[in-house]
C-alpha cells in the first residue's frame, strides 16, 4: 500500500472533481453530488452496484443510469480509472492523489491489494527498450491465492 498525496481530503476530491465536470458542462445536481461523495469516500474499487448502494445512503433519489452516466464521464474526464479484475463487473477508482500503482488481486475473495515497485517498472521499461519500444503507460496485475500456512509450516 502506498499513500501518495495525503494532503487531498477527500473534500478536496469532490471539490476538483465537481470543477472539472462542470467545466466540461455536465450539469451538477444533488445526485451527481451523492455519487461523488460516495466515490471519493473510499479507497476501495467500488463496482458500479456497491456505488449504487453507497451514493443511495448519501441520497436515496441517486438513480443506477445516473451512476453508469456520471462514471463514463469521469472515466472520459481521467479523473477515474475503469478495470476489469475479475468476471464481468468493472472496478471504478478515483485517480486523483493517487500515483502509478499495481494491483494484486485475491481471486477468492476479490480483495485487492496496492503495490508500487520501482524496481519492476525499470524492468518493463527495460525490456521494451530491448525490443525498440518506450512504453507509455503499463499495468501490472497479479491473480492471486492465498499461501497455504499449512505448506509452509513444516
Ligand atoms: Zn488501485
Ligand atoms: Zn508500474
Redesign the pocket.
Known amino acids: 500500500m502506498e499513500a501518495p498525496d495525503s494532503s487531498m481530503t477527500p473534500q478536496t476530491k469532490a471539490r476538483t472533481i465537481e470543477q472539472a465536470l462542470r467545466k466540461r458542462g455536465v450539469r451538477w445536481t444533488n445526485q451527481r453530488q451523492a455519487i461523488i461523495e460516495a466515490l471519493v469516500g473510499t479507497d476501495r474499487h467500488l463496482t458500479a452496484e456497491e456505488l449504487l448502494a453507497e451514493a443511495r445512503e448519501v441520497d436515496p433519489s441517486v438513480s443506477a443510469p445516473t451512476v453508469y452516466r456520471t462514471l463514463h464521464l469521469l472515466v472520459e474526464a481521467s479523473l477515474v480509472s475503469k478495470r476489469v479484475f475479475q468476471g464481468d463487473s468493472a472496478c471504478y477508482e478515483v485517480l486523483l492523489g493517487k500515483g502509478?500503482h499495481?494491483h494484486l488481486i485475491d481471486v477468492e475473495n476479490g480483495n485487492i491489494i496496492e503495490f508500487t515497485d520501482e524496481a519492476?517498472?525499470a524492468l518493463l521499461d527495460k525490456f521494451a527498450a530491448q525490443h525498440g519500444y518506450r512504453i507509455a503507460c503499463?499495468k501490472?496485475e497479479l491473480f492471486a491465492v492465498p499461501i497455504d500456512k499449512k505448506d509452509t509450516s513444516s
Open positions: 502509478h499495481h519492476l517498472d503499463h501490472v
